[in-house]
């Protein structure tokens, strides 16, 4: 049974690292979409997820440790 408590948890860990690598991205394309299906322009939302994408990639490419763990994810407390 504890074996499947750390895997849970190293999971959501894991998920938190990709979610707030990834989350604005995601969260502007999902805004896109939600724009085009009601007939309206989406480039505004798609040019912000494409630069979120490019941030992202500048971030991942940092080395991290607990030290600058916070200012590698782009927590800003949203």
Do not use: C, H, P
Request: charged fraction near 15%.
């Amino acid at each position: 049974m504890t074996e499947y408590i750390i895997i849970v948890a190293l999971i959501a860990v894991a998920a938190i690292g990709v979610y707030s690598l990834l989350g604005k991205s995601v969260r502007n394309q999902v805004a896109g979409i939600a724009q085009e299906v009601t007939g309206q322009s989406a480039s505004s939302q798609l040019n912000t997820a494409r630069a979120a994408a490019r941030r992202a990639s500048t971030v991942a490419r940092q080395d991290v440790n607990l030290g600058n763990y916070d200012e590698s994810t782009e927590s800003d407390g949203n």
